[in-house]
Nanobody, 124 residues
Framework: QVHMVESGGGLVQAGGSLRLSCAAS????????MGWFRQIPGTEREFVAA????????TYADSVKGRFSISRDNAQNTVHLQMNNLIPEDTAVYFC?????????????????WGQGTQVTVSS
């Protein structure tokens, strides 16, 4: 089992940046694929980015390519999402997710553990 807590969300002006962090418990953190998803009220949870166990491979949704960067520090049991050039469409609750299988997935239902979410609001 993995317990995760997201932080770093907030209100930012369009064009600005935020850095989200996810702190995870457990000594097996480095065995999990990690991902970031976001959700707008009334919509399905949307894939944002995922990173392999060792951090060598990252996958991004087309909507955030070139603007967002995912990273992880297995020694610190953390995963981060650096968000640059933010636009109002990025406004959502962002969730950190962990997958037991060692293959990243864009499907939210294939992740096993979730944080509570952190709100990101981008103003025009």
């Amino acid at each position: 089992q993995v317990h995760m807590v997201e932080s770093g969300g907030g209100l930012v002006q369009a064009g600005g940046s935020l850095r989200l962090s996810c702190a995870a418990s457990g000594r097996t953190f480095g065995t999990y694929t990690m991902g970031w998803f976001r959700q707008i009220p009334g919509t399905e949870r949307e894939f944002v980015a995922a990173i392999s166990q060792g951090g060598g491979v990252a996958t991004y949704a087309d909507s955030v390519k070139g603007r967002f960067s995912i990273s992880r520090d297995n020694a610190q049991n953390t995963v981060h999402l650096q968000m640059n050039n933010l636009i109002p469409e990025d406004t959502a609750v962002y969730f950190c997710a962990a997958r037991e299988l060692n293959i990243p997935s864009v499907r939210h239902h294939e992740y096993n553990y979730w944080g509570q979410g952190t709100q990101v609001t981008v103003s025009s």
